[in-house]
């Protein structure tokens, strides 16, 4: 069981039968009344986040979670497959449960993939990834003033970025994953 007072960031809980990663938490101890918990969570299941308020001392149970590092297959449009890079067992995520991280993941790649209780849960990507620009317009010379000096490019798994004008097809470019920005050239 864990208490209100071992709360840290990153932790996993259950309340109500949902699970729940804690994104913040504050402690709350006001002039008058019992002391509380503030807190902001994730549900794990479907990346919603909601605010919920604990009375101090209040336990939850403690959920287990592991990363494993796996070899991303392909996706057939309804599923997501992955390897175990250590016992081969082959592992089918729901193609929508995983489709942000997909923009950012080419087939071979190797991710960490979040077990809860043992169950494949959610792909935990690295801050930015380098990949190849497949496809955008040439840039010309002048058109800043309409644009602020960027155009759209589509890279190689299939994610549209916004990329400045000087970059071509064939560049490789440096994404931010959790954003989709456009960090540098590579």
């Not at 208490?3 to 402690?27: A, C, R």
């Not at 991303?72 to 193609?95: R, T, V």
């Not at 979040?114 to 494949?120: Q, S, T």
């Not at 930015?128 to 010379?141: A, F, I, M, N």
């Amino acid at each position: 069981m864990l208490s209100t007072s071992e709360f840290k960031n990153g932790n996993h809980i259950e309340v109500d039968g949902v699970v729940y990663k804690i994104l913040d938490f504050q402690h709350v101890k006001p002039g008058k009344g019992g002391a509380f918990v503030r807190t902001k969570l994730r549900r794990t299941s479907d990346g919603n986040v909601i605010d919920k308020t604990f009375r101090a001392g209040e336990k939850f149970r403690s959920v287990h979670t592991e990363a494993r590092r796996m070899s991303f297959l392909y996706a057939d449009g309804a599923e997501a497959h992955f390897m175990d890079s250590e016992s081969f067992d082959q592992i089918a995520l729901p193609a929508e449960a995983v489709a942000d991280e997909l923009r950012w993941t080419k087939p071979n790649d190797e991710v960490d993939m979040l077990f809860i209780d043992d169950a494949p849960s959610s792909l935990q990507l690295p801050a930015s990834v380098e990949l190849e620009v497949s496809d955008t317009e040439p840039g010309v010379k002048g058109d800043t003033a309409s644009g602020g000096g960027y155009k759209p490019a589509t890279l190689e798994t299939g994610a549209i970025v916004q990329v400045p004008l000087f970059v071509d097809v064939g560049d490789r470019v440096k994404v931010q994953t959790e954003t989709g920005e456009y960090m540098s050239r590579v």
